[in-house]
């Protein structure tokens, strides 16, 4: 399915002097298009939404045009994801920066002659579900590849690097991809709850439908004060009645607040044509309203067992979020995060930093021991059984099938071992010690991607996507890290001219 693209005019790129930080990025960004046009990447998403997008229909009848019209939508569509996960901006600042800036633009490729189409805010959301999860795995294990195949190979593309980069050894470690959930989870809900219902209540107030009640912001203002007042309880002397008596005011007020949002919901529902609302829009509205009421009584008695009753809910039957159904509570026993919220994400990574693969789990993540394998087994099956030789890891992930599997395998077991006699054993061992001194360099890692490229909490609602988000990210780092490796390489070689005189 070889479509010629459209002949189109673009304008070069304009010479920006006196700025170092600008020519660092635009040299960033040329690079990161060599690589996306050289490694098959970008032509492999195209080809892939083409098949998507032309489903049952016969392509001998669908125009040409309209083909390559599809195959330069999808890929803006990559690049402008891939540039907005770099940048980590937010859907309304990366439209206003693209339309800003001609090096975005040129890097999306949007820049023209005659006009800049540039993609609004709810476009670019649109971009970020064009594929799913899985898909942008296979996207970045083509690119693994092609960062690890020899540039020597006759009628293969290689990035241009100096020396490929080995799979041989892996090094591995998990990490909590922290949710926007407040803590403590338990009255706080409450104040959630309102908030949205108010906010919804408004909404359709302001568009004709209206039901006898007070004005919206005064029930959040009431219960904003009852949580100043729960928060200041701990303070003062009986504690615990104090907040017994506060949470009783905070249910009288929450039955209020659910009977206007029901009737407000009733109300849209019957008589959506009066507004200037289509289905869709009203439905979105009534969504967000069914939500919160369906969760509300278990949410409310899950505050009463632990306030009034001083009950424990258990992890897996307790709502952290009436909007991350999802997020769990994770025990990482460390000084600075005892307990966190959100979902476990395991990341593998090579010798110079590029992440081979990951996993987010929904759940309950398994023990470290138990992921392992699995992790090694997907590496193997996108490159190759003989690919991974050695693996290092820190003790979580030490365990008796680990060690028989690996030995099985002919794999190099660096995974630092819990016993204290087995370690004593191995340290000495020069191999193990490399693998074990590099492994320091995972915790960076984690935190290069989390911080720099996902956002810590990361603010994406729903676990899908949550997950395309850590996928978007991974692709967006591992081109940048590959663009910084060939501008390293770059920087040591001397110019061409100075290698043929010599």
Not at 89 to 110: D, H, N
Request: charged share 30%; net charge positive.
């Amino acid at each position: 399915m070889d479509l010629l693209p459209q002949l189109t005019f673009r304008p070069a790129l304009p010479v920006v002097l006196n700025n170092v930080d600008y020519q660092l990025q635009e040299a960033q960004l040329k690079e990161m298009d060599r690589i996306l046009r050289v490694s098959g990447l970008e032509e492999e998403f195209a080809q892939r939404r083409l098949l998507i997008w032309l489903g049952d229909r016969d392509e001998a009848n669908v125009p040409g045009k309209v083909m390559a019209r599809q195959l330069e939508r999808s890929r803006r569509a990559l690049r402008c994801v891939i540039l907005m996960s770099w940048l980590r901006f937010p859907y309304r600042e990366m439209s206003i920066r693209v339309a800003q800036c001609a090096l975005f633009q040129w890097f999306c490729g949007l820049d023209r002659m005659d006009e800049i189409k540039v993609p609004s805010k709810s476009q670019l959301q649109r971009f970020t579900r064009i594929v799913d999860a899985a898909t942008l795995k296979e996207l970045n294990a083509l690119l693994v590849a092609a960062a690890s195949r020899p540039a020597g190979d006759v009628g293969e593309q290689a990035l241009g690097l100096k020396n490929e980069l080995e799979l041989k050894r892996i090094w591995m470690d998990t990490t909590a991809l922290k949710a926007p959930i407040h803590f403590p989870v338990d009255w706080v809900l409450l104040r959630e709850a309102t908030r949205t219902l108010m906010l919804a209540v408004d909404l359709i107030r302001r568009h004709g439908l209206k039901h006898r009640m007070a004005e919206p912001k005064s029930f959040q203002k009431q219960m904003n004060r009852l949580c100043i007042e729960m928060a200041s309880q701990r303070r003062k002397v009986h504690s615990q009645k104090g907040r017994k008596r506060v949470f009783r005011r905070m249910k009288k007020l929450m039955k209020t607040i659910r009977a206007h949002a029901q009737r407000h919901r009733d109300l849209l529902e019957k008589k959506r044509e009066q507004t200037d609302w289509s289905a869709k829009q009203a439905a979105q509205v009534i969504g967000r309203i069914d939500n919160v009421l369906e969760q509300l009584p278990e949410a409310i008695e899950q505050a009463h067992a632990r306030i009034i009753r001083k009950e424990l809910a258990a992890n897996d039957k307790k709502i952290l979020s009436l909007y991350e159904p999802d997020a769990n509570v994770i025990v990482r026993g460390k000084p600075e995060a005892e307990i966190e919220f959100g979902n476990s994400l395991l990341l593998a990574e090579q010798q110079e930093g590029l992440i081979v693969d990951w996993d987010l789990h929904r759940g309950s993540a398994p023990n470290d021991s138990r992921q392992l394998r699995p992790c090694v087994e997907r590496i193997q099956e996108a490159h190759g059984v003989e690919c991974v030789q050695a693996v290092g890891a820190d003790r979580q992930f030490d365990a008796p099938a680990v060690r028989a599997w690996l030995e099985e395998s002919g794999i190099y077991n660096g995974v630092c071992p819990r016993s204290p006699k087995a370690l004593e054993n191995k340290r000495h061992a020069a191999k193990f010690q490399g693998i074990q001194k590099r492994r320091g360099q995972s915790e960076a890692r984690i935190a290069i991607l989390k911080n720099d490229f996902l956002g810590n909490p990361l603010q994406r609602r729903g676990f899908e996507n949550r997950e395309l988000q850590v996928g978007w990210s991974v692709l967006a780092h591992n081109l940048w890290l590959l663009a910084r490796l060939k501008l390293a390489q770059d920087a040591e070689e001397p110019p061409e001219e100075l290698r043929e005189a010599a």
